[in-house]
């Protein structure tokens, strides 16, 4: 079973940036990908970005060209970073193992307009 904690949310104004973290308790090239989800209120989760086991990158079109996920593997950790954020991008982001696998315990991300 793997830990997964997720740090860096906050509050922001539209326009502004986050880094989200999130630190794995196992080795992430172990995996077949890493996975960022949010969820808002009142809403499913939804899928946002994703890392592969051999660092290939995919993303939800909406955030496109916006969000970066990236990773460290000695640290192993995953990272997404948020800039431009808009309103619409308020919600609960989780860290995923595979593709929900495992979950974080979510962070909290509000931009306000």
């Known amino acids: 079973q793997v830990h997964l904690v997720e740090s860096g949310g906050g509050l922001v104004q539209a326009g502004g940036s986050l880094r989200l973290s999130c630190a794995a308790s196992?080795?992430?090239?172990?995996?077949?990908?890493m996975t960022w989800y949010r969820q808002a209120p009142g809403k499913q989760r939804e899928w946002v970005a994703a890392?592969?086991?051999?660092?290939?990158?995919n993303y939800k079109d909406s955030v496109k060209g916006r969000f970066t996920i990236s990773r460290d593997i000695a640290k192993n950790t995953v990272y997404l970073q948020m800039n431009n954020l808009k309103p619409d991008d308020t919600a609960v982001y989780f860290c995923?193992?595979?593709?929900?696998?495992?979950w974080g315990q979510g962070t909290q991300v509000t931009v306000s307009s």
């Open positions: 995923s193992w595979g593709w929900g696998a495992s």
């Open positions: 890392i592969t086991g051999v660092g290939m990158t």
């Open positions: 196992r080795n992430i090239v172990s995996v077949n990908a």
